[in-house]
């Protein structure tokens, strides 16, 4: 399964983005995707993540701020992000499995999202 992801860039404290993925090549059912961040110096950490029947999660940091969605027959993930802070700013990877449960096989190369003014 390869992931593919866009929409990463720069954008202003209080702005928005969106990123999308899509995964490809996959022959089996895709279950749970979701995003990851890693921040300079710090660790990956999760951000949401969404499985094929709809049930959601977010980290607190981001709860009510950003939005996690799919499109089941095109296998992709996207993530709404509002009201965005400095502290936002990493690379944002995207993930996948295909099995129950929310441990991720799959991952994107990333793709960098910066909020500075």
């Known amino acids: 399964v390869q992931l593919v992801e866009s929409g990463g860039g720069l954008v202003q404290p209080g702005g928005s983005l969106r990123l999308s993925c899509a995964a490809r090549?996959?022959?089996?059912?895709?279950?749970?995707m979701g995003w990851y961040r890693q921040a300079p110096g710090k660790e990956r950490e999760w951000v949401a993540h969404?499985?094929?029947?709809?049930?959601?999660g977010y980290a607190d940091s981001v709860k009510g701020r950003f939005t996690i969605s799919r499109d089941n027959p095109r296998d992709t993930v996207n993530l709404q992000m509002n009201s965005l802070k400095p502290e936002d700013t990493a690379v944002y990877y995207c993930?996948?499995?295909?099995?129950?449960?929310?441990?991720?096989?799959?991952w994107g190369k990333g793709t960098l999202v910066t909020v500075s003014s």
């Open positions: 993930s996948a499995n295909q099995r129950q449960g929310w441990v991720m096989d799959y």
């Open positions: 090549r996959s022959i089996f059912s895709i279950n749970a």
């Open positions: 969404i499985d094929r029947g709809g049930i959601k």
